[in-house]
């Protein structure tokens, strides 16, 4: 019995030590927990807010190129129109170009024969002719 003494006082104190500093233990892993689910709360929102960031940039994106590809229409559509507004009308221009100078060299002759009249513009020539 002299021998069972000891060992049965060193389980009770085991077991007297071991149920305080489960206790802290659990205290610990508890506090832990909570600070890891306080961490990934955190990182869920950053995640959140960072896929709707992509959601609005990918859709200001599709904005950008369908507003891009409705100006290259519209810009090449005026293009289109403008050169056909410009080129047919180039050989009729410079006719009425032509006929206009005509017309201007006889009304400078026209007044050059009048009587006091003061000194025609120079004539431009068709070099200087834009």
Do not use: Y
Not at 11 to 29: I, M, N, P, T
Not at 83 to 96: C, D, I, N, S
């Amino acid at each position: 019995m002299r021998a069972l003494l000891p060992s049965i006082a060193a389980v009770l104190l085991c077991a007297a030590c071991g149920r305080s500093d489960a206790d802290a233990r659990r205290a610990r892993l508890g506090a832990e927990r909570r600070a890891l689910e306080a961490t990934l709360d955190h990182l869920e929102d950053r995640l959140i807010v960072n896929q709707a960031r992509v959601r609005f940039w990918k859709e200001m994106q599709s904005r950008h190129e369908s507003v891009t590809a409705v100006a290259c229409t519209s810009q090449e559509e005026h293009a289109i129109e403008m050169a056909r507004h410009v080129l047919p009308g180039e050989p009729a221009r410079r006719a009425g170009r032509r006929a206009s100078t005509e017309r201007a060299s006889i009304d400078r002759a026209r007044v050059a024969a009048a009587p006091n009249a003061p000194s025609p513009a120079p004539a431009r020539t068709a070099a200087a002719a834009p």
